[in-house]
């Protein structure tokens, strides 16, 4: 027996140029794909392969979320008790009781809740800053509504961030003062969070995320992890813009890295959301006449970010939901490559949630290419509102897309939508409410979190494909899974990193 080499049998394979799941061994030497098919058997026989039997199961590539903040996911389920579907104040106090027996050494001491809707509690009224104080006497508590506009706060936790309530319930701008008191992770904070996420991620399928590092701190962190061989996933990460003259004097640039840790894009945003009608677009909200959102930079501003990422041989990902803010990417791109042609640059939109036809057709044309995220089309329900019925077909124009030419990669956008690539999957095909021409095939689907954001990522052929060659990285679903599925609640069995299961 030779256990570099691990044959895999008995799996039936579902990639995004075949729909229906094909018979095929796999056989792995190390991390990478040696062969799939007869071959595989033929080869594994003469090294004296190891076989793993998976008889009877449905296998696909390994997923890859193109969109992923991996540690404020992480932080978000260290720090704050899961208060949602909380029926009593009574249920959220002891919820929190047992977070801070478990937990007790996270956020500095701070006892953190989130989630909870007070219209489904009995009392039918927010919990007090005096029921609070009770959960754990002269330690600070909040809780936060499952809409993140509004908290409560106990005394000690209102006194530490020099506000006042004397009912502890505090909205908005006084919300984000509140939470703003809570302190920033430490090193081993930290740490733990980003591996809760990935593990997170794992069980569900993915085994490589395109992460957006929030600070220099969080970029060490995954460095550190995936360096000593504890992320259980795969890395790429995607760079705020204000780290990129840190990282162009350390001489680093997209790219960089090997295959658990690499370095992505360089991120920036030229709008807000739709949600919070802060989206640009050329005309009003049909649901606010006087508002047509807001671009956060000039025209030139904007463009010279971009020339200045361009510049330092990186990827742009530009954050852009409304089509106004998609004109000045696209503007901003045009210019840069025009003062300095640099071919392959896959410069990226992230979102690109309105986009009307000419936009398609330029994206296209300029070879820009976009990651999208279809579990908004589900979950942003009010779209339809915002937009009006003149503009609803420009909504996430996946088909679009698609039918131009435009490149895409798909991506959860975690913790916005749930790290769940089978929710996308149903997003994507199914769209009910929201211009249902613009669904795609589950085959495309698929594409978009496998071969698609691998491409954003500059990995195709390694990441997303079961060829040889590739990164042994595919998930095995539950014996006896009907493809397609009868329903999108799908928890897979294993998901296999360079050919090795979590442990
Ligand atoms: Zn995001």
């Known amino acids: ?208 995320a395109h992460c957006l590092a929030s600070s220099a701190e969080e970029l060490a962190a995954l460095r550190r992890l995936s360096l000593a061989g504890r992320m259980p996933i795969r890395v790429r990460v995607n760079i705020p813009y204000d780290l990129l003259p840190r990282l162009s004097e350390m001489g680093l640039a997209t790219g960089v890295g090997d295959t658990r840790f690499s370095i992505g894009a360089v991120k920036l945003f030229a709008d807000g959301s739709l949600g919070a009608r802060t989206a640009a677009l050329t005309s009003p909200y049909a649901d606010e006449p006087a508002n047509a959102g807001m671009l956060l930079h000039s025209r030139s501003e904007l463009e010279q970010m971009v020339r200045r990422i361009h510049e330092a041989e990186c990827q742009a990902a530009i954050h852009a939901i409304g089509d106004l803010a998609l004109d000045r990417a696209l503007d901003a791109l045009e210019a840069a490559q025009a003062a300095r042609p640099r071919p392959d640059a896959r410069h990226r939109i992230e979102h690109a949630s309105v986009a009307r036809p000419d936009q398609i057709e330029r994206m296209a044309r300029l070879g ?84 698609g954001a691998a491409w954003l990522g500059f990995s195709e052929g390694v990441l997303g494909a079961i060829t040889p060659g590739a990164l042994a990285d595919f998930v095995v679903l539950p014996p006896h899974t009907t493809w397609p599925p009868s329903s999108w609640h799908i928890i897979p069995e294993a998901a296999f990193v360079g050919a090795a299961a979590a442990s």
């Not at 916005?416 to 994507?428: G, I, L, N, T």
């Open 1 to 208: 027996m030779n256990p570099e080499y691990r044959l895999f049998t008995g799996l039936g394979w579902v990639t995004p140029n075949c729909e229906s799941p094909t018979a095929a061994s796999l056989l792995a030497c190390g991390e990478r794909i040696v062969a799939v098919g007869p071959s595989a058997e033929r080869i594994a026989q003469e090294v004296g392969a190891v076989e793993v039997q998976l008889t009877g199961r449905t296998a696909l590539p390994g997923m890859i979320d193109a969109h992923v903040h991996l540690g404020e996911f992480g932080l978000s389920l260290l720090r704050n008790a899961d208060l949602s579907g909380s029926g009593s104040v009574e249920e959220i106090t002891e919820r929190l009781r047992q977070h801070a027996n478990a937990r007790g050494e996270v956020a500095a001491g701070w006892i953190l809740g989130t989630r909870f809707d007070q219209e489904l509690l009995a009392e039918r009224r927010f919990p007090t800053r005096q029921e609070l104080d009770d959960v754990a006497p002269g330690r600070p508590v909040v809780i936060v509504r499952v809409c993140f506009h509004a908290a409560v706060g106990n005394t000690a936790a209102l006194k530490m961030a020099g506000i006042w309530s004397d009912s502890g319930l505090v909205t908005e701008d006084d919300a984000a003062k509140l939470l703003s008191a809570v302190p920033p992770p430490g090193r081993d904070e930290l740490e733990a969070a980003l591996l809760l996420a990935a593990a997170e991620f794992r069980a569900k399928g993915f085994t490589a």
């Open 368 to 451: 820009v290419a976009a990651c999208v995220q279809p579990q908004f089309v589900a979950s942003d329900f009010w779209t339809a509102q915002r937009l009006g019925p003149h503009r609803i077909g420009w909504a996430y124009p996946f088909r679009s897309m698609v039918r131009a030419g435009v490149r895409l990669g798909g991506g959860t956008d975690c913790p916005v939508e749930r790290p769940d690539p089978w929710a996308a999957f149903a997003a994507a095909i199914d769209r009910v409410q929201l211009a249902p021409e613009e669904s795609l095939t589950l085959a495309e689907a698929i594409r978009l979190f496998t071969e």
